[in-house]
């Protein structure tokens, strides 16, 4: 067999795939016809308020079953980013360091002109955080 002819072969057999495919596919959702709602009679005046507790008890009870595992993965997302964390904290601290030094007057520039911009309502928050210093014991 040359190469033509393997491309050929090769190119048949995925459309045929392919097909096989689709008419599985067709034939599911043949057999999954899904039932006519009538919304003028389900959400009408007298029958909204019940369906709409009927929704939320199923939401709630759907997300009670599955909170242990909302909650465990939760807490392995935070596990990772605490571990991720530690382990790159050398290399980010050398970054924020060298980064710091390459824009040094650029960052003084932003904060001169931040402070510039912004006079009034800095000088109010300090003002008002000395009449009211806090309390120590």
């Not at 993965?73 to 596990?79: C, F, G, L, S």
């Not at 040094?104 to 002109?113: G, I, N, P, S, T």
Request: no cysteine.
């Amino acid at each position: 067999m040359d190469l033509n002819e393997l491309k050929k072969l090769r190119e048949e057999k995925f459309l045929a795939h392919k097909r096989k495919k689709r008419e599985y596919y067709l034939k599911n959702k043949a057999k999954k016809k899904r039932e006519v709602i009538d919304y003028e009679n389900e959400l009408n005046d007298l029958n909204f308020a019940s369906k709409i507790k009927e929704i939320a008890k199923v939401q709630k009870a759907h997300v009670d079953d599955r909170k242990e595992l909302i909650v465990a993965k939760i807490n392995e997302y935070k596990d990772k980013k605490k571990e991720y964390y530690e382990e790159n904290k050398e290399k980010r601290l050398e970054y924020d360091k060298e980064y710091r030094e390459k824009k040094k007057e650029e960052l003084r520039e932003y904060r001169r002109q931040y402070y510039q911009k912004n006079k009034e309502k800095i000088l109010a928050r300090q003002k008002e955080k000395r009449k009211y210093p806090k309390k120590s014991d």
